[in-house]
Nanobody, 117 residues
Framework: QVQLEESGGGLVQPGGSLTLSCTGF????????MGWFRQAPGKERELVAR???????DYADSVKGRVTISRDNAKNTMTLQMNNLKPEDTALYYC???????????WGKGTRVIVSS
């Protein structure tokens, strides 16, 4: 059974940095996209950053230049390095993997990021 697990969230001051990690995708076959989404209170879930069909990356305009997605398949880990965080980055951050071969979206339970002074 696939179980994605996020870690690394927390409280950080504006301008600070956090690194989020996701594990648990080793057993998923036919991965088309893998990445990070977030959902702020009262808002819809939105894309933050993702890999598409291998190493192509896609970033939300709101985080470009501040966020870097990376992965280490050998370590079964995907990370999201976030710099110069802003209060509007406050959200629950989810790890996501979409398998084209199974036609399934896999989600973690999320890790909370709070950016506040």
């Amino acid at each position: 059974q696939v179980q994605l697990e996020e870690s690394g969230g927390g409280l950080v001051q504006p301008g600070g940095s956090l690194t989020l990690s996701c594990t648990g995708f080793r057993s998923i076959i036919g991965i088309h996209t893998m990445g990070w989404f977030r959902q702020a209170p009262g808002k819809e879930r939105e894309l933050v950053a993702r890999f598409i069909s291998g190493d192509t990356t896609d970033y939300a305009d709101s985080v470009k230049g501040r966020v870097t997605i990376s992965r280490d398949n050998a370590k079964n880990t995907m990370t999201l390095q976030m710099n110069n965080l802003k209060p509007e980055d406050t959200a629950l951050y989810y790890c996501n993997v979409y398998s084209w071969s199974r036609g399934m979206d896999y989600w973690g339970k999320g890790t909370r990021v709070i950016v506040s002074s």
